[in-house]
């Protein structure tokens, strides 16, 4: 069965932190990893990364993706609190709909 | 443009009551897909469908649920005799194709509670 674990659950930064998003995977004719933001509303597309080694960069937030040791990390530096969300981590693989792990809860308090 | 409309946001059913939940896709995307996410959980896939078409169901619990989407109209997703451990967001994602292109575009949900 395909799985997708995020780590840290939880996570509490002061805003200027540095923080790292965790996500590894294990699936079966993987194509595609991606990254989403969830505040109380719609998930909202931040990455998607296909080849291993290469980092997307958007602003404060960027993401690169290792493909020989099945995990992907997302960074934010300089933390604001808006910043604060869900971010959850999403794998295409093969014909199957994505597979989405738990998500990482950030806050980052002032 | 307008992304992907859910409606209603919220909804409160009691117990053996039918829950209808309608999505609206992104104009012109002819590719929808339900997701549901129960609290600390992450999206879990429940149906893909195109026009007039179920593609993918694998997700969805054999009884009492059921999903469409018609030549016209939205594409509703139905819980008939809900039951407490339904309370949950639903989640109504739009893609132009087959998600192979890699973004989804989300609504904003639609949560229910089960009294």
């Known amino acids: 069965e395909d799985k997708v674990v995020q780590s840290p659950l939880s996570l509490v930064v002061h805003e200027g932190d540095t923080v790292t998003l965790n996500c590894s995977y294990e699936?079966?004719?993987?194509?595609?990893l991606l990254w989403y933001k969830q505040e109380k509303k719609a998930p909202t597309f931040l990455f998607m990364l296909?080849?291993?080694?290469i980092e997307k960069k958007s602003g404060r937030l960027s993401s690169i993706l290792d493909k020989k040791e099945l995990f992907s990390i997302l960074n934010i530096t300089a933390t604001q609190t808006g910043d604060s969300a869900i971010y959850l981590c999403?794998?295409?693989?093969?014909?199957?709909?994505?597979?989405f792990g738990k998500g990482t809860r950030l806050s980052v308090i002032a | 443009n307008a992304g992907v409309m859910q409606n209603p946001r919220h909804l409160v059913r009691r117990r053996g009551q039918e829950a209808r939940l309608r999505c609206s896709p992104v104009?012109?995307?002819?590719?929808v897909y339900w997701y549901r996410q129960l609290p600390e959980e992450g999206l879990k896939f429940m149906v893909y469908l195109q026009k007039e078409n179920i593609i993918d169901e694998s997700g969805m619990p054999k009884e009492r649920f059921s999903a469409e989407f018609p030549k016209e109209g939205p594409s509703i997703l139905r819980i008939q005799q809900v039951v407490r451990g339904d309370s949950a967001a639903y989640f109504c994602?739009?893609?132009?194709?087959?998600?192979?292109?890699?973004?989804?575009?989300f609504g904003e949900g639609s949560r229910l509670t089960v009294l």
């Open positions: 699936v079966t004719n993987f194509r595609s």
């Open positions: 994602a739009s893609s132009p194709v087959w998600q192979s292109t890699g973004e989804l575009f």
């Open positions: 296909t080849s291993s080694g």
């Open positions: 999403a794998v295409e693989a093969g014909n199957t709909p994505l597979v």
């Open positions: 104009k012109g995307h002819s590719h």
